[in-house]
T-cell receptor
Framework: TQLLEQSPQFLSIQEGENLTVYCNSSSVFSSLQWYRQEPGEGPVLLVTVVTGGEVKKLKRLTFQFGDARKDSSLHITAAQPGDTGLYLCAGGGGGGGADGLTFGKGTHLIIQP | DAMVIQNPRYQVTQFGKPVTLSCSQTLNHNVMYWYQQKSSQAPKLLFHYYDKDFNNEADTPDNFQSRRPNTSFCFLDIRSPGLGDAAMYLC??????????FGQGTRLTVV
């Protein structure tokens, strides 16, 4: 069973601060996704990383996939109240066939004005 | 332009009364998933279809069943809902086990 550990589980910071969320596993994933979910809505895909060492930027969000494809991080620069939400990482396994995505438990992020 | 559509958005059912949640997709993805998400928790995979092949998670209760009559539609049947089944139910689609696209979810209340 592939497990993804996210940390921290909860994070509350002031507007303008920077933060990093981590997603770690002992398993290798062929790809890893980050989602953001607002209350009462389904998760929305932010980014997919595929290559070990890959770095992707989405405005103030920077995503990194570890060299060994076992871990990932999400860094937010100058956080804004609109960044508040549940951030989920999810991994797809390697090989053929389709298994359900493995989700981390999520990071609840609150950005206070 | 919703690509994964779940109906209804909110469903209230009585304890023990069968209920069906529906999901449709316009993406023509071969994989469809059903997740259960309780308050402040991550989505938990119940089962998924790879084309017509049904894959049940080991810890999914027998109370939960699913049907996929064609590529576009998938249904979640809860045969005898209990109070503990109150949750957000999320449908998602993907091509193989790559990124998933989620519907807006159905919030199920059991009274």
């Amino acid at each position: 069973t592939q497990l993804l550990e996210q940390s921290p589980q909860f994070l509350s910071i002031q507007e303008g601060e920077n933060l990093t969320v981590y997603c770690n596993s002992s398993s290798v994933f062929s790809s890893l996704q980050w989602y953001r979910q607002e209350p009462g809505e389904g998760p929305v895909l932010l980014v997919t990383v595929v290559t070990g060492g890959e770095v992707k930027k989405l405005k103030r969000l920077t995503f990194q996939f570890g060299d060994a494809r076992k871990d990932s991080s999400l860094h937010i620069t100058a956080a804004q109240p609109g960044d508040t939400g549940l951030y989920l990482c999810a991994g797809g396994g390697g090989g053929g066939g389709a298994d359900g995505l493995t989700f981390g438990k999520g990071t609840h992020l609150i950005i206070q004005p | 332009d919703a690509m994964v559509i779940q109906n209804p958005r909110y469903q209230v059912t009585q304890f023990g009364k069968p209920v069906t949640l529906s999901c449709s997709q316009t993406l023509n993805h071969n994989v469809m998933y059903w997740y259960q998400q309780k308050s402040s928790q991550a989505p938990k995979l119940l089962f998924h279809y790879y084309d017509k092949d049904f894959n049940n998670e080991a810890d999914t209760p027998d109370n939960f069943q699913s049907r996929r009559p064609n590529t576009s539609f998938c249904f979640l049947d809860i045969r005898s809902p209990g109070l503990g089944d109150a949750a957000m139910y999320l449908c998602a689609t993907s091509v193989m086990n790559t990124e998933a696209f989620f519907g807006q979810g159905t919030r199920l209340t059991v009274v």
